[in-house]
């Protein structure tokens, strides 16, 4: 009953006050609403856009190399790009409160499969590499299908979450490789939504109630006007209304504090906020529960408020509760005027905000959370105005360590413009590049080179996307730019390798193929090919080692690099083969060429101390003339006349090295030309003895004229030292039979004598080196030379002693018959060759 005459009352009776009574209120409820609704709108797409902001700006810190490399298999938990994501995403996580796993998925066979997480290895919602998700829905996998990235609710096994997604593209082929996601509980993610909401709410139904009230005023003023007859009723009304307004007043979402004629109400949300009650309210005033960082300030406001200067005043402040806590409020301070008083009277209006201030404080941090990451981010982060001269908005802290400027110098283009600093070159098309995905609305992924402070040019990689308003408008563009200098020149330096020969730096196999196909073609005709060989080169490198052999190479291809053009291709086509392509070169002019080569390797031969180290290099060509012609017939009619030459000139080459060979033994060695004299003397007698036929007997000199050649290649210190040799080095000058062996098998005019002279230092008893033969698996030549070697050295001055007399050195070949040497060999030596010797 009494809330019919209360509605009654307040809306009157006619029809045309009732219309206008509900209209409006309906008015007011609408609109609180629909600022209800704005604000918990506005908040979940602010939520939404910072998670978006935050998951792309994460992602983009993440290597796609290292991403690319994660197999999905437990072998990626010791890969260095595994721990270097997993590190970031946990430092993400850790950085965001807010964010409960964040991960990366790979799809495979229309699967999911987590590839990382940020969760600790001894966590129970750790996921391991290869562990699919099997409550992966169509939304999950939309990334990888359309490239774009997705905010969804879901539930798995773990919980209840929003999910945010962000497609990882290659930055080459755009295609989508994995997917990097931040999970949010539910309730973490509507929390501000849910805060803000609970003050809209309480504004509205504040404004309601206010509006009821100021209704219910209305009314009755009007009613008193209206009706004085009815003064009784009215009072009745008024004092309703009164209660009304006691009951809005007292149950009010907000604090109200009212002064009039010196004495103090408060309504219970005020006591409530301040945590006192009235009596300790009026009997300390609010000066004493005031923050004391807040009371110089509001009681300057105060005292210009009663002194008129302002007419109101409003201030964020923090009251101090009996238990010491703290309560952020809204106050404004406004005057009560009433023209029956000319004392002051003032509302005070106080909100709670201590919810807010949180709020805000917690965004604070998380915008500074933003600033650390983007500081701590590779490269430069960026947002910059979509103009020619990139108009740089914002620039991270890593701009001057990539440019050499700092950030301010490129803000709003103060000292420079980012188009400045983009190589010439690039320019244009970078302009055209990213007006293609603004057009496509796709990321812009691009590697050009920067010019520094310093003049440096660095190579770099910008990744990129554009900003877009509701209407399609772009407001800004935002990316990440990082440092590939090394990485470029890493990758300059696999292709100089993999187009270059290591030892002559010249163009190899590799390169020479790509070549003969770009110039086999009418355009380049005639078409000259000349191929070399060069000669003795195994020889060279058996002597005296592959570092000798090398340098004969290395010096070779100077040469021949020397006398060539630049538009010529020489490479280097196997151990000791060159070929060379002269594009637009007539025979005669490749003639010439050839003929400039020989005379350039003559010169180099002249100057060298010994003529084992001199170039001797056979050359042949061939011209295409006509288009119809075919370029390996070409190239096979130059080997022939290389190999022709070759054949012409390798006798000669070889003794000229064998003799230079044979002059470097007797240069290095303390063996003389006597010694070699004396063996072959020697060795010639004890095999007439033996009754050899004239060819074992060439063959036996030629063996006791070369028996030490492998001399050659062992270190001059060991050869000459003084003092008897170590263990080391016994087993170093051990080597000189192999490599005297090496050196003959080089030579197709020594082949023969190859196995004779390996054989020199077995023993008879099998105790010899380096093959361990005994008895007469040694052949007989190695067996004869050897009975003649040793009794020659025993009887000759060393370093490291003197020399044998001829009778001391004859009883050691007789003491070790049998055991060193064959003992029918060393007889024959001793009693028919010997004593003839010793008499001479």
């Known amino acids: 009953m009494r809330i019919r005459s209360f509605i009654k009352n307040m809306i009157g009776e006619s029809v045309r006050a009732r219309v206008c009574f509900f209209t409006s209120f309906f008015i007011v409820v609408i609109l609180c609403s629909s600022m209800i609704h704005h604000v918990w709108t506005q908040a979940v797409e602010g939520t939404r856009e910072e998670a978006l902001k935050l998951a792309s700006v994460a992602e983009a810190g993440i290597v796609m190399e290292n991403v690319s490399e994660l197999t999905l298999s437990a072998s990626d938990l010791t890969k260095k790009p595994y721990l270097e994501i997993k590190e970031n995403l946990h430092r993400i996580a850790a950085a965001h409160h807010d964010i409960r796993f964040a991960y990366i998925f790979k799809m495979k066979d229309d699967k999911l499969y987590f590839a990382v997480d940020s969760e600790p290895s001894d966590s129970k919602d750790y996921s391991p590499p290869g562990q699919e998700y099997r409550e992966a829905s169509s939304e999950d996998k939309q990334p990888f299908y359309d490239g774009q990235p997705i905010v969804m609710s879901n539930t798995d096994r773990w919980g209840t979450w929003v999910s945010v997604l962000i497609p990882m593209k290659d930055d080459e082929t755009g295609e989508v490789v994995a997917v990097f996601g931040i999970d949010y509980t539910v309730d973490i993610w509507y929390r501000h939504a849910v805060a803000f909401t609970q003050q809209a709410f309480a504004v509205a139904l504040g404004i309601v109630l206010f509006y009821l009230a100021l209704v219910a005023v209305i009314r009755t003023n009007i009613s008193m006007r209206q009706e004085k007859e009815k003064l009784t009723e009215a009072n009745k009304k008024l004092l309703k209304e009164e209660e009304l307004f006691r009951t809005v007043y007292e149950q009010s979402p907000v604090g109200i504090s009212i002064n009039s004629e010196g004495k103090i109400d408060n309504n219970s949300m005020y006591k409530k906020i301040v945590g006192r009650s009235n009596e300790e309210i009026t009997a300390n005033g609010w000066e004493s529960f005031t923050h004391p960082e ?81 500081s701590n981010l590779p490269g430069m ?48 098309y970078l302009w055209a590049e990213w007006n293609k995905a603004i057009k496509n609305r796709t990321k812009l992924a691009e590697e050009y080179e920067l010019i520094t402070a310093s003049g440096e040019i660095r190579w770099v990689f910008e990744q990129g996307q554009a900003i877009y308003d509701e209407a399609g408008t772009v407001q800004a563009l935002e990316g990440l730019i990082i440092d590939i200098t090394d990485r470029k020149r890493k990758e300059e330096e696999v292709v100089y390798l993999n187009y270059h020969d290591f030892l002559t730096g010249i163009h190899n196999r590799r390169y020479l193929e790509l070549e003969k196909e770009r110039l086999d073609k009418e355009v380049f005709l005639p078409l000259s090919v000349m191929i070399g060989d060069i ?254 070697d040793s009794y020659d050295a025993m009887t000759e001055d060393r370093a490291y002693r003197k020399a044998m007399s001829g009778t001391e050195a004859a009883s050691e070949i007789k003491r070790n018959a049998g055991t060193q040497f064959d003992p029918e060999i060393a007889a024959h030596f001793l009693d028919k060759v010997l004593p003839d010797y010793m008499d001479e």
Not at 403 to 428: E, H, M, W
Not at 696 to 723: C, F, M, Q, Y
């Open 294 to 374: 807040d009371l110089e300030k509001e009681i300057k406001l105060y005292e210009q408020f009663k002194s008129g200067e302002r007419d109101h005043y409003s201030m964020n402040k923090r009251y101090i509760k009996p238990d010491g806590d703290i309560v952020w409020a809204n106050i404004t301070l406004a005057p009560l005027r009433m023209s029956s008083k000319t004392e002051l009277d003032y509302l005070c209006i106080v909100e709670d905000i201590t919810e807010r201030i949180k709020v805000e404080k917690e965004l604070q941090e998380s915008e500074r959370s933003h600033a650390v990451l983007l």
């Open 381 to 428: 982060a960026y947002r910059c105005k979509d103009d020619r001269e990139w108009t740089m908005l914002f620039v991270s802290e890593g701009c001057f360590e990539l440019t050499g400027y700092p950030s301010s110098d490129l803000i709003n283009n103060k000292a420079v413009s980012f188009n400045d600093l983009i190589c010439p070159q690039y320019r244009d």
């Open 535 to 788: 000669n003795g080169v195994k020889l060279v490198n058996d002597a005296f080692g592959h570092a000798e052999g090398d340098i004969l190479i290395t010096e070779t291809a100077k040469i021949i690099r020397s006398c060539c053009r630049k538009s010529d291709i020489v490479a280097r086509t196997g151990g000791d083969e060159f070929v060379i392509l002269m594009p637009r070169t007539e025979k005669e002019t490749a003639n010439d060429i050839m003929d400039q080569i020989k005379q350039e390797c003559d010169k180099y031969n002249q100057n060298l101390p010994n003529e084992a180290y001199s170039i001797n290099i056979s050359l042949g060509f061939a011209t295409k003339e006509d288009s119809s012609e075919n370029l390996a017939g070409i190239i096979k009619l130059a080997e022939d006349f290389m190999y022709k030459r070759k054949l012409l000139e390798h006798k000669s080459s070889h003794s000229v090295i064998l003799s230079s060979i044979k002059a470097t033994m007797h240069e290095k060695s303390h063996e003389t030309q006597d010694h070699a004299d004396r063996l072959t003397y020697l060795s010639k007698e004890l095999g007439k003895k033996m009754d050899l036929i004239e060819q074992e007997l060439d063959v036996l000199e030629l063996v006791a004229t070369l028996h030490d050649i492998g001399k050659v290649g062992i270190d001059d210190r060991i050869l000459n030292k003084p003092d008897k040799l170590n263990a080391e080095e016994w087993v170093e000058m051990k080597k000189h039979s192999e490599i005297g062996y090496r050196i003959a098998m080089s030579s197709p005019d020594l082949v023969p004598i190859a196995d004779y002279i390996l054989s020199l230092h077995e023993h008879w008893d099998g105790g010899g080196y380096p093959q361990g033969l005994k008895g007469e698996e040694i052949p007989l030549i190695s067996r004869i030379v050897s009975v003649v």
